[in-house]
Structure formats: C-alpha cells, structure tokens
C-alpha cells in the first residue's frame, strides 16, 4: 500500500511539471506572435510617411505645371490659339467687305498684325454695330470697329490702349444752312445704331427726332433722298461719303460744332488683364516698327 500511493505521488508530480513546462512554453509562443505583430506595426506606420512625402513631392509638380500652361496661355480668350473679332464693316476706311466678300480696313489690318504680334489666328466676325459689347466673352473674343471708349461701355467691357483719334462730323446736303450745334436742333438726324454720333444726337441735340440706321451708308443714301437733315457720324467714314456722293453731300468739321476728341480703343473681355497686357504690348510693338504708320497710309492716307 505504501508502495503504491508512492508510485501514484509520483505520478501526479509528474504530471504537475509537464503542465508547468507546456504552460510556459505556449506563453513564449504568445508572447513571440506578439512581438511580431508589435515589430511589423511601426514598420507599416514608417511606410506611411513615405507615402505622404511622396504624393506631397508630387503634388507642387503638378501645381508647377499648371502655372506654365497658364503663362504660356496668358488670357483663356486666345489659349486656343485664335483670337474671335467682331466687326461692324460699315465703316470705311476702318472696316468694310473687300472685294473678296470679307471684311477689310484699317481696324482690320491693325487687329491682323497684333494677332500676328501674339502667334495666334485671327479670326473676324462682320455684326451689327450695336451688338458688338454684348457679344464679347460670348461669340466672341475682342471687338475692334472705330468704338469709341466711353464711361458707359465700361461698364461691360475694358478697353485697350487708344489707337487712333476722332471727331465727329456731320454730313450735309449741298447747299443746306446747317452749320453750328444750335442749328441742328429740331432736325432730324441721321445716325448709326449704337455710335457717338447716335449718342450726340439723341442726348445732347434739343428736339431731334433720330433715324438710327444698322448701315452707316443707309442714313446717307436718306440724306441725298431728303428723308433726313443731317448725319452725325465720325470724321474719316464722313470724308469717305462725301467723296463718294461728290457733288450732292458734304461733311462739315466737327470742331464748328463744339465736338469733342475721342479716342478708338479695342474692346476686351471685362477683368482680363493678361489679354489687355499682351494687346497692348503688340500695339506698342506695331507703333514702333513702324507698321502702325503703314497701315494708316494704305489705308487712312493724311
């Protein structure tokens, strides 16, 4: 009996030290697993910052990139490589439809040669007058057509630097008695949609009654038919009719009727400076070279 509960004790310390040995050998298998997952975390969180210089790295590149294309670009209007012009080519010696049918002139010329200034295509579309501000940021780009800069167009476009002087004029009958601003009041006047002249006639003229007509050469064809008194239009586009309707109309000087000196500007996109910028410097350019004074006498004379 003895024996026997020795032997049984035995075996039950046995036992004890194989539980004690598995026992710590599964919590250094624990323990490794975790070390592992502990040592593989920072790993996986120094990877991350890598990432994060990486795409930073990247982005100041793609943001280097844009900054050019928009240098290179300087205004939306031309970064097509065209330049949209509107027109009113009712207007000689500054716009007019050539003999190929398409529109011709001093404006025409200058606007050609600044597009060449820029490397961009020039494209030029023939409207009504009075269209011509609206259309612009729409239809088209810039408008070049003997516009005179005025408080009131500035408040939907800019304009660029002054390219050319005027003055109005009126064109008379032969033989007519007008010949002062106080003689033109109570006539009726002549004028095209949209222009100083029309400004002239229906703001400043006591008791006129004013035809406005879409074509310049429309209000002098009624001139020579008596169906007006006079037509208010500026100074060279007037030496032109009165040239051409020889013998029956003449222009009188604007100055005897107190007008004042405008200036012709091109019209622009409202707040696109980029665009003012480059026109002006190709204007600038063409004055000194001396093909701004070429086009004047081709097409302008003294």
Not at 248 to 263: H, M, P, S
């Amino acid at each position: 009996m003895k024996k026997f509960l020795a032997l049984f004790l035995a075996g039950v310390l046995a036992m004890s030290l194989l539980t004690a040995c598995g026992g710590k050998d599964a919590a250094q298998t624990d323990s490794g697993n975790n070390e592992v997952e502990d040592t593989a975390q920072p790993e996986a969180d120094a990877a991350q910052p890598e990432t994060d210089e990486t795409e930073d790295a990247a982005q100041p590149e793609t943001n280097e990139a844009q900054d050019g294309t928009e240098d290179r670009a300087g205004s939306e209007a031309i970064a097509d490589g065209v330049l949209t012009v509107g027109t009113n080519a009712e207007f000689p010696p500054f716009e007019y439809v050539g003999d190929d049918g398409q529109p011709d002139g001093f404006d025409v010329a200058l606007i050609k040669a600044i597009g060449e200034k820029l490397g961009v295509q020039v494209e030029v579309e023939n409207m009504e007058f009075d269209s011509l501000v609206a259309s612009i940021g729409n239809k088209i780009d810039v408008a070049i057509a003997g516009m005179t800069v005025t408080e009131e167009r500035k408040n939907s476009v800019d304009f660029s630097d002054a390219y050319y002087d005027a003055l109005q004029y009126v064109i008379v009958p032969e033989g007519s008695e007008i010949a002062t601003f106080d003689d033109l009041a109570g006539k009726t006047i002549g004028v095209q949609l949209g222009t100083t002249g029309d400004f002239i006639a229906s703001d400043d003229v006591d008791g006129a009654s004013v035809s406005q007509y879409n074509k310049a050469v429309d209000a002098v064809n009624d001139l020579i038919n008596g169906r007006v008194d006079c037509v208010i239009i500026d100074k060279n586009p007037a030496l032109v009719f009165e040239e051409k309707f020889a013998g029956q109309v003449k222009a009188l000087d604007g100055a005897q009727f107190n007008f004042e000196v405008e200036n012709y500007a091109i019209a622009l996109p409202k707040g696109d400076t980029a665009l003012a910028e480059q026109i002006n410097t190709a204007l600038q350019e063409i004055k000194a070279d001396g093909t701004f004074d070429k086009l004047v006498e081709e097409y302008i004379g003294q």
